[in-house]
């Protein structure tokens, strides 16, 4: 069953603690992305990964991490550093990155909520 | 900075409505669109997308958007919602060597 995997669904972390949320796909895509949900600002791209061990940042990358080691894999650290970490967070991919044709498929997310 | 507008933050309907969603964008060079759509408890996922040729296009679900350059809009329809259209819809416009831009959605409650 192809599909991308997130984990946790749900997070709860104390204030000035990083967290690194996971992202498996098995849909052999190249590029992988990161957004940020919020209520009524829709998404914000965070980070995009074009290939493995390659990764650019997007409109908000400020706090956050990535690394890309492995086609399957793309986690997200949210460092201390991220001032308003609480939000919706989405791992998407595409076939691959063509510049302004991606059709993007989406992971069920991960709800992170700083206490 | 290009963006993208959806002025319906939120879409109350009544079962058997026909339904038209809003989308503008401020790019002005050649642009790839899409709409996408999130049922309640359900992962995000295409509806439709344009890329080139007609510019009235299909997705699923019977819904369809159109292409008004002119306009700078790729509105979403549907001539008779149901219940489960119940969603949040999202517009996102791609220019071409650019990134992708989403709007900031509209939530559509369909009441039976």
């Known amino acids: 069953d192809g599909g991308i995997t997130q984990s946790p669904k749900y997070l709860f972390r104390k204030e000035g603690q990083n967290v690194t949320l996971s992202c498996e796909q098995n849909?052999?895509?190249?590029?992988m992305y990161w957004y940020r949900q919020d209520p009524g600002q829709g998404l914000r791209l965070i980070y995009y990964?074009?290939?493995?061990?390659?990764?650019q940042k997007g409109d908000i990358a400020e706090g956050y991490s990535v690394s890309r080691e492995k086609k399957e894999s793309f986690p997200l650290t949210v460092t201390s550093a991220q001032k308003n970490p609480t939000a919706f967070y989405l791992c998407?991919?595409?076939?691959?990155?063509?510049?302004?044709?991606?059709?993007?498929?989406f992971g069920a997310g991960s709800r992170l909520t700083v206490l | 900075a290009q963006s993208v507008s959806q002025h319906n933050h939120h879409v109350i309907l009544s079962e058997a409505a026909s339904l038209e969603l809003g989308c503008n964008y401020s790019?002005?060079?050649?642009?790839?669109l899409f709409w996408y759509v999130q049922y309640p408890g359900q992962h995000l996922q295409l509806l439709l997308k344009?890329?080139?040729?007609?510019?009235l296009v299909k997705g699923i679900k019977g819904f369809e958007a159109e292409f008004i350059k002119s306009k700078f809009s790729f509105n979403l329809r549907k001539p008779s919602v149901q219940w489960s259209d119940t969603a949040e819809y999202f517009c996102?416009?791609?220019?071409?060597?650019?990134?992708?831009?989403f709007g900031t959605g509209t939530r559509l409650l369909v009441s039976p």
């Open positions: 998407a991919t595409s076939v691959g990155y063509a510049s302004g044709a991606n059709v993007l498929t």
């Open positions: 849909l052999n895509h190249d590029a």
């Open positions: 990964s074009q290939i493995v061990n390659d990764f």
């Open positions: 790019y002005g060079g050649t642009v790839n």
């Open positions: 344009y890329f080139s040729g007609d510019p």
């Open positions: 996102a416009v791609n220019p071409i060597f650019q990134k992708l831009v």
